[in-house]
């Protein structure tokens, strides 16, 4: 059973960085690809950002440039860098784990297993 955990969150100035780390538990990570989603107070869930096993990655368009996803897999953990936070990207983030092709990245039904999300707010 695959167990992933969410750090980094918090609340933060528009402009200010965080970085999110998603640790996953077992011997697997390798062999998953890894997502990014988050999801706003109302709104329906929004994939952000993809790491594929090789490390190729694919973004949502309004993150492009400020948002950078990675993996260590030697420590079993993916990130999210995130620059110039807006207060649109206010959300719970959540971590995925994906055995589904990088052109399903972004339909969350194609994800085994979920975090239990960590809160990112930006003020204004």
């Known amino acids: 059973q695959v167990q992933l955990v969410e750090s980094g969150g918090g609340l933060v100035q528009a402009g200010d960085s965080l970085r999110l780390s998603c640790a996953h538990s077992g011997r697997t990570f390798s062999t998953y690809a890894m997502g990014w989603f988050r999801q706003a107070p109302g709104k329906e869930r929004e994939y952000v950002a993809g790491i594929t096993r090789n490390g190729m990655t694919i973004y949502t368009g309004s993150v492009k440039g400020r948002f950078t996803i990675s993996r260590d897999n030697a420590n079993n953990t993916v990130y999210l860098q995130m620059n110039g936070l807006k207060p649109e990207d206010t959300a719970v983030y959540y971590c995925?784990?994906?055995?589904?092709?990088?052109?399903?990245?972004?339909?969350?039904?194609?994800?085994?297993?979920w975090g239990q999300g960590t809160q990112v707010t930006v003020s204004s």
């Open positions: 995925a784990a994906t055995i589904s092709p990088a052109a399903q990245f972004s339909d969350y039904t194609k994800y085994d297993y």
